[in-house]
Structure formats: structure tokens, C-alpha cells
């Protein structure tokens, strides 16, 4: 996987893990256009990638399905057969600035598995493909004992992991009620480029508002099932714990299962710990997104640790989409030196805002870092 790596990414990607491979792009270069490069664009993978043909690759599409179907990538682009999509999607893995929460106390960051992020585990890229609600149609919908309000789809990656001794595949599923809104996407291309081999060649799904782990890399099975997988990727990880649950009493049962990514924000110029000499303001860059359907409305920045707020100027937000983020900049006055404490939160549609500390939403697992944003700067007048 080391090949793509550097075949694929950025030379100066940030790399997490080398094995499995997960990478992030450098702060102030994510934020410098609203849509991500591929090149840019962070990576999560459980194991290794991997090499299919395009030429002879298909899927299956079984399980509960009224007429199960074999689909090659020629036939799924067939527009006679299956009209396209095309939609600006933000994809976010609910690690995105673990790190901060591994600072207040390490969870469980033991397990490789839990990738130690910053602020670059997400990006916003234009994705192609069908709508798997068409795909779906096409296989005549579900049997007619199952209400399909009951059903889930299950997508299977080619690519496998070991975790505590075992070996997986990587499988998860998604609501029918999310494939029926036209928000989960069979993609084959990313900005308008054939979908790279570290991102999922030759097909994935692109699950709008979700949680990254949805979006199924390499697949090669979408199974229609009743109730979501049972699978261990599903079942056992990005689960959502209390703040009383830890090593000694962790179950799987006791967490809830992240679907929707919730509002969130951060500031990735300048950087934590930056001295910056400055006549009375400071330019700062960020990004700021909502999953579940919302999307930003409104960004604040604080320069004394979010007593005082500052809004953003609409203007110096990036273009609204539903389902993606939106850069944004900004020239914040700042009359004190020394050390200042910077922070941001964002407001989405429905006036949903972020936690205030770190810590007011730590949890075992250390999934979905959405509180207020926070660095440090030294400003010297
Ligand atoms: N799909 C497969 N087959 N294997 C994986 O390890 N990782 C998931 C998801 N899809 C994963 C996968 C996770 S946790 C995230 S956040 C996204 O892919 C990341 O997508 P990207 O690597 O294209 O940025
Ligand atoms: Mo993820």
C-alpha cells in the first residue's frame, strides 16, 4: 500500500499510521480551496488496498432483493440504464481530532485501530456515480414480506484487517430510509477523476452526511438485510460511550452507533503555538460542516477563549452545498500580546452549535471531536 501512497498522495501528507495506511493532508494547504485534490484528501483504511481490474470487475446485489443482480462497472455506467449523479459531498471520519481527546486521556488509542487525527480527517470532493436507490429499483426492491422500513443495506470492501486475532472483511450497512433520499451514491469518480486505488477503485459508496466509515471502499457486495449488519466493523466499532464507560466496564451494547456527523469546525491557519507579529489583526482559515442533511450557517471566532464572539463575514464563507462543507477566513482584530486562546464553533441550519470544552464529550472510543475548536497563539503587536 506503501506504492499508492506515494503514486496517489501528497509528498507531504501527514501520515498517521503507516500500516494500515491513514493519512492527512497539512493544515493551511486543506482549507486553501472548497474542494479537496485528491492528492489531498485524507485516508482511513482498516487494512490494504486492494488491486482490482476495472475491466472485469463487478458486484453482486442479494439478500432480501426481489431479483438478485451481478453489475458490472460498464453496465452501471451505461446511461441508458442508470442515470447519473453528480453531488459535492463531505466525507468525515468520526476520528477527526482524536488527538485532542487522546490529550485529556488516551481511551482506547492502545488499539492501532484508533487512528490519532487532527484536524485534516475530513475533505469535501465531487463524486459521480448512481444513486444505489436506482440500483435497488433495478433489482425490483425488497421481497414482499420485509417492510422496507425494516431494511438495511449491507456493503462488503474487498480489502480485509486483523483485529485482536481475526481476520475481517470490511463490512457495514446504511438504512434503506438513507438510500431512499437519493443521499447514498455507487461513485466511480472524484473530481471529475477516475476514482483512485486508495480511495476505493474501481467503485465505493458515498454516503451523504454520514460518518466516513459508511462510504465503502472497494466494494464488491451490497447485501439487503433486515435491521443494520451484524458484522464487527458495524457492531464493534464507531460506537459513541458515556463518559463512565472505560476499560473497566466497556460492552459493546452499552454504546451507541454514529450515523450522522454533527456540526463542527476548526481553525487550520494560523497554528497552535504560532508567535505571530501583527498590526491589530490576525488572519484565520478554517472549515466548518454539519452532516445528517444541515449544513453551516454561520462561523464564530473568539480571541479570548470564547467569551466574545466574532461572526465571520458571511461573504468569507465558501458556497453553501447541502451536503458539504464550507471554508472560511477571516481578519480578526486583536489588540493584547502574549498568549491568546483562539477558538471556533460554527451554527448549522437547524441553530445546533458545538460542545464547549474537550472534555464535556470525551469518550472511551474517542470518536466525534465536535467541540469548539481551541489553539494557542502568541501575538506580539
Ligand atoms: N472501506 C473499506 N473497504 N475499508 C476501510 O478501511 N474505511 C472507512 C471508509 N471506507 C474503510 C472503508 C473509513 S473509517 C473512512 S473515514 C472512509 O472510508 C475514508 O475514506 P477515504 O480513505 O477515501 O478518505
Ligand atoms: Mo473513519
Redesign the pocket.
Known sequence: SWDYVQKEKAPDMLHVLQF?YNGEPPRRRLVEDEVTSNAD???????GIPEIDAGSYFFDVDGFVKNPQRISLQELQNESKFPRQSNVVT?????TRRIEQIHEYPGDGDELINAPWSEG?I?NARWTGVSLKKVIKYCGGFQDDFDPNDMHLEFY???T?FKKGEVYN?VVSVPWRKVKMNEVLLAWEMNGEPLPR???FPL?TVVFGY???R????LYRIKAIKGPSRAPVQMKEYLYYTPQIGKHNVKYSNGFSIQDMPVSSAIMAPEDKDQIVHDGKIELRGWAYSGGGHWPIKVEVSGDGGNIWYQVPPDRLSKKYFHGWRTWSMEMPVDAEGWLDFCVRCWDNSLNTQPTFVRSAWNWDMHVTSSCHRIKIFSVN
Not at 41 to 47: I, L, M, P, Q
Not at 215 to 218: I, L
Open positions: 494500515p484528501f485524507f485516508v482511513r483504511n482498516h487494512g466525507l468525515q471520519c468520526s476520528g480527517a475533505g470492501g474487498a480489502d484487517y470490511y486508495i480511495h476505493g465505493r460518518i466516513g466509515a462510504s465503502t471502499k472497494w
